[in-house]
């Protein structure tokens, strides 16, 4: 189903951006996203589970949500929506750690952009400086788990029988 994936630091070293091409409509990949149903059923690493406290996709709204690694530590995190444009865009800051220590946080722009019924999905996280970038990456894996969430919409997208229908 997804036809390119480059993960990659960007812009003055402070940003990890991945860009991914679905072979499903806008709609779909904005759904999924941001329905509170779908969202935790493929957003988290692999091993990890999700456990959704609270969700209200508004701006101004939050999701609070915690992430079980499979070695049972558990990253509580806490997402504030700032601009969710349906269905072109979201930008949220997010924070979170563990042991509820916020840190770790991070401005998210995510893009959804129509390529003829396909869509090309852009995420980038920028970070207060390269130092604070380059510590995420490290001690959360926030590249690699960047990578495994697209992976995951990927294998979701191709499981929705609205998108396997199409055609």
Request: overall charge neutral; proline content about 6%.
């Amino acid at each position: 189903m997804s036809t390119k994936s480059d993960t990659k630091s960007g812009a003055a070293g402070r940003e990890i951006v991945a860009t991914r091409i679905f072979d499903a409509p806008r709609e779909l990949v904005w759904e999924a996203w941001t329905d509170p149903s779908k969202v935790t059923r493929w957003c988290r690493p692999n091993g990890f589970t999700t456990t959704t406290v609270e969700i209200d996709g508004r701006p101004g709204g939050i999701w609070k949500y915690i992430m079980h690694g499979p070695d049972g530590t558990d990253y509580p995190n806490l997402t504030r929506y700032v601009e969710p444009v349906k269905p072109e865009r979201i930008v949220y800051i997010n924070s979170g750690g563990k042991d509820d220590i916020p840190h770790g946080e991070f401005r998210a722009t995510i893009t959804f952009e129509d390529e003829g019924g396909r869509t090309r999905l852009t995420v980038r996280m920028e970070f207060a400086s390269v130092s604070e970038r380059d510590r995420v990456a490290r001690e959360y894996g926030a590249v690699e788990g960047l990578e495994q969430h697209l992976a995951r919409l990927t294998q979701f997208l191709a499981s929705n029988p609205i998108n396997s229908q199409k055609g």
